[in-house]
């Protein structure tokens, strides 16, 4: 399954909403659809599972919504830690596969 | 709490091997399917290895099948990756990773990776 993630750069200020998109190929078996955020240097983190579910800890400012082949995720209000790489990422079915990524930059 | 610790990576030649370890702690390593997951220098994630818990079922990339083997120990909480044939191409950041069930979770848990570069 290939994912396609727009936009590649978003430029936002802190406190303005972010919404990033993630498109499949063909539909994401069970919604098995997650989202990551990624920093310099540091391993990513898992934000949202079953393209809707808060992983541990996230705050609630991190959403996630869609099925089939649209998923949308959605950061509320920008906040300063907030600006990183976000991937999307279907994990029902082999190969698991990652989308190219979109950078959340700071306007 | 949940660690995972790479190492193994290095500096190595196209052509030649090079194994990867995952030392796990904090969680019952034995029940827990694995990742291998790598980051070319600037690009983004791609997926190249699962194990089940067992070790009875794998699975890899067609960019690195019948060159890569994962494996895991799970007497020593360990996995790992054993590289053959390494090409320019596999030069990246690898991370391991863990997931609750096979093919139903996502990456809860990743480890901080380790870096593999091929070069002549």
């Known amino acids: 399954i290939v994912l396609t993630q727009s936009p590649g750069t978003l430029s936002l200020s802190p406190g303005e909403r972010a919404t990033l998109s993630c498109r499949a190929s063909?539909?994401?078996?069970?919604?098995?659809l997650a989202w990551y955020q990624q920093k310099p240097g540091q391993a990513p983190r898992l934000l949202i599972y079953?393209?809707?579910s808060r992983a541990t800890g996230i705050p609630d400012r991190f959403s996630g919504s869609g099925s089939g082949t649209d998923f949308t995720l959605t950061i509320s209000r920008l906040e300063s830690e907030d600006f990183a790489v976000y991937y999307c990422?279907?994990?029902?079915?082999?190969?698991?596969?990652f989308g190219p990524g979109t950078q959340v930059d700071i306007k | 709490q949940v660690q995972l610790v790479e190492s193994g990576g290095g500096v190595v030649q196209p052509g030649r091997s090079l194994r990867l370890s995952c030392a796990a702690s904090?969680?019952?390593?034995?029940?827990?399917?694995m990742h291998w997951v790598r980051q070319a220098p600037g690009k983004g994630l791609e997926w190249v290895a699962i194990?089940?818990?067992?070790?009875?079922?794998?699975s890899y990339a067609d960019s690195v099948k019948g060159r890569f083997t994962i494996s895991r120990d799970n007497s020593k909480n360990t996995l790992y990756l054993q590289m053959n044939s390494l090409r320019v191409e596999d030069t990246a950041v690898y991370y391991c990773?863990?997931?609750?069930?096979?093919?139903?979770?996502?990456?809860?848990?990743w480890g901080q990776g380790t870096l593999v570069t091929v070069s002549s």
């Open positions: 079953g393209a809707s």
């Open positions: 990773a863990r997931d609750e069930q096979w093919l139903v979770a996502p990456f809860d848990y």
């Open positions: 904090g969680f019952t390593f034995s029940t827990y399917t």
């Open positions: 194990i089940s818990y067992d070790e009875s079922h794998y």
């Open positions: 990422q279907q994990y029902g079915s082999s190969p698991v596969t």
């Open positions: 063909q539909s994401v078996s069970s919604s098995y």
